[in-house]
Each structure stands twice: as structure tokens, then as C-alpha cells.
């Protein structure tokens, strides 16, 4: 992996006695896109919620070597220059009252004084990025189409040059057509700005076409870590195993992302008491020690990390 942009470490957020997201630590690597994926209500949005500093959690986050755990006020704004999200749904995330070339003008106009000359040239620039005619931008986002809006968010998103986007979930309201063109985007803002991207999905098949290295995540934890050609060809803990079944049938996601049908029953989070594997009810491959041991994520082979007692070098 290139070097750190992003390092998470030991990142718990909880509601009461649920943790969304459970001991998280993981690398983002300079220009590479990491993919993350799980089933609907694993925790994936919290992550990146708490990584952009809009939820408190424990843990620590690192950008550019810069801790940025507690950072607040303008070192905190300033920071959110360099990080920038993007959302899954753009019709809530546009101002609709605002003109296109406004929205995307406001994270410089938020980080400090900009000449409007100036300003309005970063805007025509991000708009071409993109491919948001610069004669559209003194429209409202109710004129664009969906496709257009999203776009029209990632512009916002590039303008203050940042060197990480986060974005959740970014092409799930998209219709085919307008997702290939979104992802293509994607690729092209890391090629060409060296942007790097955590992308959040439940899409299998698009993670694989737009990843390098992919997270699985399960009930807020991670359970399996690898590169993209790595985790396709040789998946190792049962629930990514599942998850790759069921992606290669043809509806394999209902509408509230869980999968079907080759993995039994619903996420259910196990009682705070047990200390068994939290993915051992649902598991096909569930041994008598998976209801007592907890597995760590333990490096199966290199650069491969996966948390199931199948593939522990040691028992704990
Ligand atoms: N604001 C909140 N208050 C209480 N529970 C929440 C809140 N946000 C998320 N959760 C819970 O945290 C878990 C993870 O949710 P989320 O991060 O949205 O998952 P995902 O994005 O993977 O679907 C879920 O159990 C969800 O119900
Ligand atoms: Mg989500």
C-alpha cells in the first residue's frame, strides 16, 4: 500500500449499548480508492460520520500525520478543507434555494476570503471537472437531473482541493446510465487531482470496479480487509463469502440492503454478554469454539486481514 493519507485507529462510536461502529483501525493509502461494504445498518455511515468529525466517538484519526480526533474551530474548518463527503442522496444534500454555482463555491467561500473573480473562475473550473456546463450554474438544483446533482456535489466536494473525499453510498440513487458515468468521475478525480476516496457501498459488483483495497464490515466491525483482486478471487470469512453468493444472483440486495438469500436471518446483534464470534448465529461455517472465542483481525496472508477462527494463526 502507498503511503498513509488517513490512519483510524481503535474507532468505537456507540448508541447506548449498541457500538455502530465496534474497534475500527485501518489505513487509507495516498491516491487509493478503499472501498467499504456491509449490510444495511453495519455501521458504515457512522464511520464516516465520525471520521469527518460530525459525531464524537472514541479512537484516534490521523490526517496527513495530524491528529485530528479533537481538532475544533478553524483548525477543525480548516482540516474540513482537506476532507470533503459526499452524500448518498444529493436532492437533501443541495440547498434548494441556492444557485448551483453558490453550492459549489461554499466550502471556499466557508475557509476564508476569496477574490470573486477569483471565485467564480475555481467555480467554472469545477463545474468543467465535472462536467456541469458553466451556463447552468445560475440555475437551482430543482432544473438538474439526479445524475446532474450528484455531480454538482462532487464539485463542491473537489473545489477546496481536497486530498480525501469520503462518500457514502454516492451512485445507490442513481439509475445504471447515470452511475457508470458518476464512477467514472470518481476514477478520473484520483487520476488526475490524486484525490483519495473511502467509498461506502452495499454494491459488490461496483466496489469491484472501482476499488483497490476493500473493507467488509459487519455489526460495526471490521471482519475482513484485503485488495480488491484479492478479496474476489480468495474471500476467507463466511459473511464475505455470503455476500459474494449473493451478489452474483440476480436481486441480491431487498430495499433496505439486506442480503438474500444465501445468508440466514437478519443482522441480529448478540446480547452484550456473549463472547463468541457476533457473526457465529448466522454462520454457515460456525464451529463449537466460535460460541465462546472472540476472533481478533489477524493477518491471513499478506496485506490480508480476516477475523473468523478458520483462519487464526494462534487461539486467543
Ligand atoms: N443517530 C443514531 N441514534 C441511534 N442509533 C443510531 C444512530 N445512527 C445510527 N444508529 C444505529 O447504528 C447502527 C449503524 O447505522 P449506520 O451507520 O447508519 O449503518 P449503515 O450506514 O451501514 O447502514 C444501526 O444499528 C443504527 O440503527
Ligand atoms: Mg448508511
Not at 474507532?11 to 444495511?40: H, W
Amino acid at each position: 500500500m502507498p503511503e498513509a493519507i488517513l490512519r483510524v485507529r481503535n474507532l468505537t462510536k456507540r448508541y447506548g449499548t449498541i457500538a455502530a461502529v465496534d474497534d475500527a483501525s485501518f489505513d487509507l493509502g495516498k491516491g487509493e480508492v478503499l472501498a467499504i461494504v456491509g449490510e444495511s445498518g453495519c455501521g458504515k455511515t457512522t464511520l464516516l460520520r465520525a471520521i469527518d468529525r460530525l459525531t464524537d466517538f472514541q479512537g484516534l484519526i490521523e490526517l496527513e500525520g495530524r491528529d485530528i480526533s479533537r481538532m475544533e474551530g478553524r483548525a477543525l474548518r480548516r482540516m474540513r478543507r482537506s476532507m470533503q463527503m459526499i452524500f448518498q442522496s444529493p436532492s437533501s444534500a443541495l440547498d434548494p434555494r441556492m444557485k448551483a454555482g453558490d453550492i459549489i463555491a461554499e466550502p471556499l467561500r466557508i475557509h476564508g476570503r476569496i477574490e470573486r473573480t477569483m471565485l467564480k473562475e475555481e467555480v467554472g473550473k469545477a463545474a468543467d471537472a465535472v462536467g456541469i456546463d458553466r451556463k447552468d450554474l445560475d440555475l437551482t438544483p430543482d432544473r438538474f437531473s439526479l445524475g446532474q446533482k450528484q455531480r454538482i456535489a462532487i464539485a463542491r466536494a473537489i473545489i477546496s482541493k481536497p486530498s480525501v473525499i469520503l462518500a457514502d453510498e454516492p451512485v445507490s440513487s442513481l439509475d445504471a446510465p447515470l452511475r457508470r458515468g458518476v464512477l467514472d468521475l470518481i476514477g478520473n478525480l484520483r487520476k488526475e487531482m490524486g484525490i483519495s476516496f473511502i467509498i461506502v457501498s452495499h454494491d459488490l459488483e461496483m466496489v469491484r470496479s472501482i476499488s483497490d483495497r476493500v473493507i467488509v464490515m459487519n455489526l460495526g466491525r471490521i471482519v475482513e480487509e484485503a485488495k480488491t483482486d484479492e478479496l474476489y478471487s480468495n474471500p476467507l470469512h463466511p459473511f464475505t463469502k455470503a455476500l459474494l453468493d449473493a451478489a452474483s444472483l440476480p436481486d441480491p440486495i431487498d430495499e433496505i440492503g439486506r442480503i438474500r438469500p444465501s445468508l440466514p436471518g437478519e443482522p441480529v446483534r448478540p446480547e452484550p454478554s456473549f463472547s463468541g464470534c457476533p457473526f457465529q448465529p448466522r454462520c454457515r461455517e460456525s464451529m463449537a469454539k466460535c460460541i465462546s472465542i472472540r476472533p481478533g483481525l489477524d493477518e491471513a496472508a499478506a496485506g490480508h486481514l480476516v477475523s473468523c477462527l478458520l483462519h487464526q494463526r494462534k487461539e486467543r
